[in-house]
């Protein structure tokens, strides 16, 4: 249970940090605004899976996904300034596709209702 909580702490820790760390010092133009919206950390805390949306088209998706995985180790070693622990979790970003599909699905759900009315 401990283990669990520490985890769920430290994922909080990092979804708070790291969008202050990237809103206000990653310069490359090409982030723009992103929204953290989830991190998964390993049962270890050695890893940790970062997940975030945006407001831009799907190439410019996989550009943000690329400058932010080239930034992890700048990232990574801000979250450890921070960071009561021995070591910082290493850092990996992928891109959310969740909120896209749910819309979808919403948008489909709300055709498929004015189909039946």
Known sequence: MKKRQRSGRLSDFLTKELSVIIRNEIRDPRVGLITITDVVVSNDNSHAKIYFTSLVDESQQ????EVLNNAKGFLRTRISQSLNMRSSPALRFFYD?????SNRINELLAAAKSHTD
């Open 62 to 65: 996989k550009s943000i996904e």
């Open 97 to 101: 596709e969740v909120s896209e599909r």
